[in-house]
């Protein structure tokens, strides 16, 4: 048997994300952890530091030289790296006990 290669790999697990993402979407499950998500990350103060964070890359750069693409370019990375561990568990958790009940 041979492996299959990374290509085939990667195509097969776009189909599994592509597969899971429609499953929460129809099932309007995808909203409901959007909204569980978005209190949390409230309640953690990730929104106050990622906007903190904004006002910081705009003060170093300078307002007239950032577009808003650049602005988005560089603080994507921080708000990625600063969601909590505990609430990208939980929401993996929700995900797997959605995907076992559906």
Same mark, same amino acid.
């Given at each position: 048997v041979m492996a299959e290669s990374l290509a085939e790999r990667r195509r097969k697990d776009e189909q599994v994300r592509e597969t899971i993402n429609m499953k929460l979407s129809e099932s309007g499950e995808k909203d409901r952890l959007k909204e569980i @998500?978005?209190?949390? @990350?409230?309640?953690?103060?990730?929104?106050?530091? @990622?906007?903190?964070?904004?006002k910081e890359v705009i003060k170093n750069k300078g307002l007239e030289k950032i577009t808003v693409e650049q602005l988005v370019d560089e603080i994507t990375p921080h708000g990625r790296a600063t969601v909590p561990e505990e609430i990208k568990a939980d929401l993996l958790n929700r995900i797997r006990t959605f995907l076992q009940t559906n």
């Amino acid at each position: 048997v041979m492996a299959e290669s990374l290509a085939e790999r990667r195509r097969k697990d776009e189909q599994v994300r592509e597969t899971i993402n429609m499953k929460l979407s129809e099932s309007g499950e995808k909203d409901r952890l959007k909204e569980i @998500l978005r209190t949390r @990350l409230v309640e953690a103060g990730w929104f106050e530091d @990622l906007k903190s964070h904004c006002k910081e890359v705009i003060k170093n750069k300078g307002l007239e030289k950032i577009t808003v693409e650049q602005l988005v370019d560089e603080i994507t990375p921080h708000g990625r790296a600063t969601v909590p561990e505990e609430i990208k568990a939980d929401l993996l958790n929700r995900i797997r006990t959605f995907l076992q009940t559906n």
